[in-house]
């Protein structure tokens, strides 16, 4: 797994087995151990129990496939926020991604990591969602333009 550079993570466990859910925290330990502090923080990692579909037809829920039960795993163990998802049915997915946007945004990654990133073509601008930063080749920086604002 490669995490380096990465502002966010997600862990995807199946709901149907419990041994799924208790590898996350593997997981998490490899993400930690791995990712760059942003702005002097751990970047947000999300926990996500997919299939929830199958709960469906299930007769019997286990203890583990509450919500209530996930919500207690994901607090206990310093998950940013956990969502019962269905990639089948595209249930919570939109949900749990802007979550984790908002939590990145909250880190201000804008100020804390615009010099670490690099226009591919020089000649051309680097945009990062709404701010343009030039590519000035003489010296291999960015210029922020005084006269360009945020248009948020």
């Known amino acids: 797994m490669y995490v380096k550079g990465a502002l966010g ?14 590898a996350s925290l593997r997981w998490k330990e490899v993400i930690e151990e791995n990712a760059d502090f942003v ?4 970047i947000p ?17 286990e203890e583990y496939q509450d919500i209530e039960y996930l919500k207690s ?3 206990k163990n310093n998950f940013k926020a956990c969502f019962q ?10 949900k749990a991604i802007e979550m984790l946007l908002q939590e990145i945004l909250k880190l201000n990654i ?19 969602s709404r701010f343009s930063m030039p590519y000035n080749e003489k010296d291999n ?10 248009n948020c």
């Open 85 to 94: 998802v269905s990639a089948k049915s595209d249930m919570n997915l939109e």
């Open 141 to 150: 920086t960015k210029e922020q333009k005084n006269s360009q604002k945020c």
């Open 39 to 42: 702005g002097g923080q751990m």
């Open 9 to 22: 993570c997600i862990v995807v466990t199946d709901i149907m087995n419990l041994e799924s859910l208790t």
């Open 110 to 128: 804008l100020e804390a990591s615009r010099d670490n990133f690099r226009s591919e073509r020089p000649s051309e601008s680097l945009r990062l």
């Open 45 to 61: 990692i999300v926990l996500l129990q997919n299939k929830f579909d199958l709960l469906e037809v299930q007769e019997k829920k």
């Open 73 to 75: 795993f994901a607090e």
